[in-house]
């Protein structure tokens, strides 16, 4: 029955919809057929949800992001409304292959990284639980540039995820909000008004989001920017054509391009605008329909919660008040505690370069208004702790986390490790101040996508064991425990990783024509290129274990294929460097005719969510290696442990956690600890002494400047070695002798195949507590004061 109406419903939407003939249609057509066909479904138990929220006038939850990283939607729909039996079925009698109907979708990379992929993962479980919700951001018409290698070097060109048909966005254009620019603040009735010179149009573009099992859907509200006026229709009429457009491209200018840098905040005029575009529309939007239900804007705070997903949003807090005090009439100390109590921050970074600043002289400019609102926040702070030692405003700029912390009801980090350092490092005044502000909730990342339907071979196997509880309670993996022991199921275990290995080298076969063998050991580190993530602490080792296969090639040696994959910001020219370094080492490596068959490095180019789901089953060995103390959790870390990839991991973001949670026997620690890195960086040539008191280091060191992987050129990664054996800021020297012997532990626990897989097993039994239900039911509670609604 529901392969029968799904299967007229593709044709109906193939045909009506898109007006296609079936033999004529492509894949992307029927891509599209099945997406309308699964998005009708959804669309019931969407106003379903709805209507519960404002029946029961329920606190809704607002999560403003100006990334979301959700990657592609079909399967994700499809899986959360059991429908994929049935699709499966239906688009064979249609003679297309599932599987290439769902790889046709286009990867939306609205995010950079594990910021706006938590945001995508937030938004699934808000569904699942059925928690009143909405995500805003901006619908970017270009997404996070597509990467490719020319000679082993970092090349980036425009994505362009709009330029088919997107199936899932509802334009909304009935829902537009001006917002203004610059101009001046005026004075009426001896009160102050914001008069912009400037203005744009933001208009939506909503995005059902369903939970598992389509009990409930939220919406992702996207903003796209759009001109005020249309063109100038004298100009044009004059002939001055060009001219006449010139205020549409200088406003759709502003959703045009996702920012790629994670990494060195930039004071660029047009990320504030972006910044200041998709938070003021949300605010409208968000008091809009408070408005319609409730009369006194008193009650914001029982009804709304706002979360500022990082600094980006923090526009947010002197804009509600301007909306209660310059608009509403409320008065102004009252507007900014009813404001605060109504917004939260997540700190995600204590990287110093990647804290945002505004200069008062930019913020004056584009933002007049907002300007002096900082300033009396900035008063009433004062005012309220009198000892205070923070300032919002500093050498001329606005410091933005500040200013979160000091607008938020609840602050909080993203592990364990990260909120004990904020509390002692960026916010140790403020948190004296309001020690009970700051909170931590480790992030998560949802089961659905991570285990469900990125690894069905052993979702299937947990399936026959325990059920199927465990997709929205991943708790109940703990009950997988005692089968650590159970030859038969650690087989099946076992089996079932090397089955998506097999795939996977099938996939590097045919796409990238390299040959990897799946009995060796799969090793990935895959996140974004950043110095202090040490790709080049990994690559080092793998120099230095080539060398001593070369050395001894009849030795008995562990087979690994080293797989790296992510971008560097295209103005990271150190990242850059990285990523030349490492294709110029698999390179040389991978054609030894001598070590090869031991140890291969592979760097498949443009790592995103799709592959990220491709090469997760597949590992066996996580690479998390940050200088402890710098990677705030880390999200992959938790995909790959509940996986079942062993962690090789430094004391650092939630892999304390996770270590914790499966136990220090199934887990490869290495490194120093975040306070012995503090006191390392006062040794006076640290890393000369590391690299004096390690011949290995050394000679891999020596082996890159004798030009071993530059065609002799000597030079060619002088900045790197240069910095591994100078400054050295971030320890790649003092942790490699660690790092050396515990990957060499590695190596031999992976040889009793036995203990390795008990070990895997237990990963997986013991990650349930990393599902991102448990962190948004930790928000919910701690932070927001909302309930799930029955659906
Ligand atoms: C920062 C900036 C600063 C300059 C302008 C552009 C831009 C864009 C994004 C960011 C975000 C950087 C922070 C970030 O992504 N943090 C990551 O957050 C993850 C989720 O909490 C966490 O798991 C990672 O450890 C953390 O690095």
Redesign the pocket.
Known sequence: MQTQDLRDAVLRHLTYSLGKDPAHAQTNDWRLALSFAVRERIVDPWFASTRATYGGKHKRVYYLS??FLIGRLLEDAVVNLGLMDAADEVMSGFGQNLHNVLSDEPDAALG???????AACFLESLSTIGCPAYGYGIRYEHGLFKQSFRDGRQMESPEDWLLRRNAWGFPRPEASFRIGFNGRVAERDGKPVWEPSEAVLASAHDTPIIGWQGRWANTLRLWEAKPVDIFDLDRFNRGEFAAAAEAEASARTISRVL?P??????GKRL?LQQEYFFTAASLRDIVRRFDSEYDDPAWLPQKVAIQLN?T?PAIAGPELVRILHDEKGMEIDRAIETARATLNY?N??L?PE?L?KWSEELMSDLLPRHMTLIQRIDEHHAQEKPNRKVRLIENGDVKMGELSFVMANRVNG??AL?TELMKQTVFEDLHAQYPDKIVNQT?GVTPRRWLLSANPRLSNLIAGEIGMDWVDDLEQLARLEPLAEDSAFRKAYRDAKRANKAELSQWFRDTHDVALDPDAMFDVQIK?IHEYKRQHLNILEAIALWQEIRDNPNGDWTPRVKIFGGKAAPGYVFAKEIIYLINSVAKVLNADPVTSKFLKVVYPPNYNVTLAEKLIPAAELSQQISTAGK?????GNMKFALNGALTIGTLD??NVEIRELVGADNFFLFGMTASEVVERRKVHEHAAKAIAADPRLARALDEIRAGTFSDGDGERFRSITDNVSGHDYFLVSSDFTDFWRASREVDRAYRDSTSWTRMAVLNTARSGWFSSDRTIRGYMGDIWGASAVPA
């Open positions: 100006m990334e950079n990284g594990g910021l706006g992929r938590l920012y840098d994670d990494t060195t905040y930039q990320r990082d980006h997540t995600h970074t990287l990647a945002e993203v592990s990260h992030n974004r990677e705030a959790s880390g999200t973001g939630a």
